[in-house]
């Protein structure tokens, strides 16, 4: 069983809506949580960090479920620039254990 | 603010030669870590320098791979020889004492092994 699950997707959308992301991780002792983007063939950049508490940077909100070990992402009013793959991301003491993606495809 | 460097870009090499991947870290971060992603598969973590000591290496696939951090600047990744099954993306990442959470990735060197 993979460490952090993510549905691979792709996931096509139109401009302007709103699409969700979620992903399981198997590992208790976690303690942080985030959302990377990486857009083709280049590096994962820090999207934003998740907390339990939730949080929301602009059309981005992230949700942290402690208890059922699950993270998601919701992005409202889609743009093509949105277009990238959103990786979930979570603490193993320093290092950072990834899931496979989840690949947005917006279109106009 | 310069960002991760990674040298090479790409490098493409024959099975059983030996290949060096360079990283330099942004300036001050004392946490620099390897990171590779395989196709079709997951990021994965290879190991993590504080300054120039190995503070974890538990992702380090075998002992063809070599990492040094000489001076706790800059850092190589060696691998000899290298397989077929090494052919991926090397990505390096750094992070400030204390903000280990927060990394940094370079561009990530891809490594095509024939």
């Known amino acids: 069983r993979k460490e952090v699950e993510q549905d691979p997707g792709p996931f096509n959308v139109p401009e302007g809506a709103t699409v969700a992301f979620n992903c399981t991780y198997s590992n208790s002792a976690s303690q942080s949580f985030f959302w990377y983007r990486q857009d083709c063939r280049k590096e994962p950049k820090l999207l934003m960090s998740?907390?339990?508490s939730g949080n929301e940077d602009g059309r981005f909100t992230a949700q942290l479920n402690r208890a059922s070990q699950y993270i998601s992402l919701l992005i409202r009013d889609s743009k093509l620039s949105d277009s990238a793959t959103y990786l979930c991301?979570?603490?193993?003491?320093?290092?950072?254990?990834f899931g496979t993606g989840t690949r947005l495809q917006v279109f106009p | 603010e310069a960002g991760v460097t990674q040298f090479p870009s790409h490098s493409v090499i024959e099975k059983g030669q030996t290949v060096t991947l360079r990283c330099d870290p942004i300036?001050?971060?004392?946490?620099l870590y390897w990171y590779r992603r395989v196709m079709g598969k997951e990021i994965k973590f290879l190991l993590h320098?504080?300054?120039?000591?190995?503070?974890?290496e538990s992702g380090m696939p075998n002992n063809r791979f070599l990492a040094e951090r000489t001076g706790g600047t800059y850092s190589t990744l060696k691998v000899q020889p290298a397989e077929l099954e090494d052919s991926g993306v090397y990505f390096c990442a750094s992070s400030q004492v204390g903000r280990a959470e927060t990394q940094y990735f370079g561009p990530g060197t891809r490594l095509l092994v024939l």
């Open positions: 320098f504080v300054k120039e000591s190995k503070q974890d």
């Open positions: 300036s001050g971060h004392d946490n």
């Open positions: 998740v907390y339990s």
């Open positions: 991301v979570v603490t193993d003491t320093d290092k950072l254990i």
